[in-house]
């Protein structure tokens, strides 16, 4: 036991003394968290756009003044004419253009219909999509609203309720994802690269001649690399909570210990990792080709899996931070239990166990 | 260790695959003797180390080390014997304290035990001025000399020294040489690997391998008579080209 904490400080003196490590293992979790949690984002938020009320009689200012009160759109000016659409946009600020036929609320009375012109900057497709959803959702509101109060006509009200996110917030989205993505990172990177450090430096050949057994060995490098990763998911945790008002629906005991899993996971990926590489560039090449990228792209963190084509769909399974990322949504935002997740917990336990199976039959191979 | 034989060794192979690595060797070392393992780069002096050392399980033979055998002691043959590696591997972000506390520590030295060998190698190598610098701040020299010191940290019986003066200074060869014969006189055995000829004529005994057989073996002084050399250097040459003793 003494051994052991003496090869744990040392494995601290090298993440302390190397500026590096020290910033992958707090710069980029928190810097990654606040980068997309505040600036890349899916939401509309005070969005500027430009009217050109043609009619403005009672309906169309009302109309407007919902537009104004919301929460998603500023007005930046009223045009005055068609033809200076063209040249709002562009100028680039204004997103959206709202365009109000003449005598919209007498039309509106007389033959019960009128018409709104919709005009977005589709340069962004995604954000003119969203804008435009936003725009929709708004009139609909007005219709239903006056539609109230008239008697008379079979009529249709839907009413939408997005669960778990009432607000579509998109950094509920991205934080389960940016957790994987460190929690991956710090452990598995972070790990295959010391291990293959030492293998480099010719330090590995010492240790390995000395008393101590090679699982002694591995354990006193992963064990700092588990505690640091604790502490990065209770940071990301915190963040999450204070800063972006996250929900943790569920108990934060079980959410502890599903990070915890992911976190072992991770780390005998490291060790498979070392096991192959020998330099630390090799390391991280590795890690990140073949840990980074498949998270990013194919864990469902950015990209809806179920939009996937089908091999993808399939590949995707494989992906450790994909069960992880279904785990903590279902922990955080839905509130479930064990009783939800417990196919994706084994999931997980089956892997690390699988991982840890071939990095000790690799490393006999290697001792014939 | 009743007749004073530390490492004994009887035709000990290494196969990879249809490669004989190391081919039947045998060879003894004696208790406080410097033992040369002599060989071109490929000869198979490595493999053969890796199998005593206990990181390399042989593929036949018999070896045992310090009185304890390669198959099935290794964990006993790690902690009675000490090994530098050809790299000087120390850790180049600890100072020279945190490192000999390191291995000392991995080594089950007790705190105290290890605060006197600090106070012991101060002295004797002068390291107050370095005791608190990064390693990877030192000369080369420096860095051979303090992996050498910590790999006798724990008293070993033998220690086994890969190569240990590769790439330096003929000043710092004959230093480090002094600090093997200086070991060698309190009782440590060394077994070492070189392929510098003129070290080898400071070992009390030597073996030469050529494609994984030893092919000649005694005291340097022996072996020139016996090959009608100059010195082993030349010995080694006439070995490597195939000839046979003059006699």
């Known amino acids: 036991m003494k051994r052991f904490i003496g090869f744990v400080k040392k494995e601290f003196y090298h993440i302390y003394r190397d500026k590096r490590s020290l910033f992958i293992l707090f710069g980029m979790p928190i810097a990654q968290i606040l980068l997309f949690g505040f600036a890349i984002t899916n939401e509309i938020n005070k969005v500027e756009i430009a009217i050109l009320d043609q009619a403005k009689d009672a309906t169309t200012i009302e109309i407007i003044n ?16 068609e033809s200076e659409v063209e040249g709002v946009f562009k100028e680039g600020k204004v997103k959206a253009v709202i365009n109000f036929e003449k005598d919209f609320g007498e039309k509106m009375v007389k033959r019960g219909q009128a018409t709104i012109q919709l005009v977005a900057d589709a340069t962004d497709p995604n954000t003119a999509n969203s804008i435009t959803n936003y ?12 539609n109230l109060h008239q008697v008379g006509g079979p009529q249709v009200l839907t009413q939408t309720h997005m669960a778990f996110n009432p607000e579509l917030k998109s950094v509920f989205m991205f934080v389960p994802g940016v957790m994987t993505i460190i929690l991956m990172l710090v452990s598995a990177m972070m790990t295959s690269i010391s291990i293959a450090k030492e293998k ?40 999450s909570i204070f800063i972006f008002k996250m929900p943790v629906q569920g108990s934060l005991i079980l959410l502890g210990a599903e990070s915890v899993l992911f976190i072992l996971t991770s780390l005998s990926l490291g060790i498979l990792i070392s096991t192959i590489a020998k330099t630390q560039q090799t390391a991280m090449m590795i890690s990140l080709m073949g840990l980074m990228l498949p998270v990013i792209l194919l ?70 | 260790m009743k007749d004073n034989k530390v490492i004994a060794v009887k035709n000990l192979t290494k196969r990879f695959g249809d490669f004989l690595a190391v081919d039947a060797i045998s060879f003894e070392v004696k208790a406080g003797e410097i033992f040369g393992f002599l060989g071109a780069n490929g000869a198979g002096k490595t493999t053969a180390m890796k199998m005593l050392i206990g990181i390399s399980k042989p593929s036949s033979g018999e070896a045992m080390v310090a009185g304890f055998d390669v198959y099935t002691q290794t964990e006993l043959i790690k902690k ?107 009782g440590t055995t060394l077994f070492v690997t070189t392929h510098y000829m003129d070290e080898a004529e400071y070992c009390d005994k030597v073996s030469i391998m050529v494609n994984g057989k030893i092919e000649a073996m005694g005291p340097p002084k022996l072996l020139k008579e016996r090959y009608g050399a100059g010195n082993l250097n030349e010995v080694f040459l006439k070995l490597a080209r195939g000839s046979k003793p003059n006699e």
Do not use: C
Not at chain 1, 138 to 146: A, E, F, K, M
């Open chain 1, 200 to 239: 480099e430096l010719g330090t590995m050949e010492i240790l390995l001649v000395s008393p101590l057994k090679p699982f002694q060995v591995i354990l006193g490098k992963v064990v700092p690399y588990i505690l640091l990763s604790i502490i990065n998911a209770i940071i990301i945790v915190l963040l």
């Open chain 1, 299 to 368: 864990s469902g963190f950015i990209f809806p899996i179920g939009s996937m084509p089908l091999p993808l769909q399939i590949i995707s399974n494989i992906i450790p931070a994909k069960w992880f990322i279904l785990i903590i949504k279902g922990i955080m935002l839905k509130g479930v239990g064990m009783a939800f997740i417990w196919k994706e917990t084994i999931i997980l336990i089956g892997m690390t166990l699988f991982f840890i199976g071939i990095s000790t039959y690799k490393y006999k191979i290697r001792l014939e």
């Open chain 1, 135 to 146: 725009i929709l959702s708004i009139v609909q509101q007005y219709n239903q609203s006056i």
């Open chain 1, 66 to 81: 919902k537009m104004a009160t919301s929460k998603y759109f500023s007005i930046n000016r009223y045009l005055a004419a």
């Open chain 2, 80 to 186: 009675n014997i000490g090994y530098m590696s050809q790299k000087f591997a120390l850790y180049d972000d600890l100072t020279v304290r945190e490192n000999i506390t390191f291995f000392g520590g991995i080594y089950g030295l007790s705190r105290a035990t290890i605060k006197e060998k600090v106070k012991v190698l101060v002295t004797e190598l002068k390291l107050e001025n370095i005791i608190d610098q990064l390693v990877g701040a030192l000369p080369l020299g420096w860095k051979q000399k303090l992996s050498f010191s910590v790999s006798l940290l724990h008293d070993p019986k033998i220690v086994f020294l890969d190569e240990p003066t590769g790439g330096v200074d003929p000043i710092t060869r004959r230093q480090f040489w002094e600090m093997i014969y200086h070991a060698a006189d309190k």
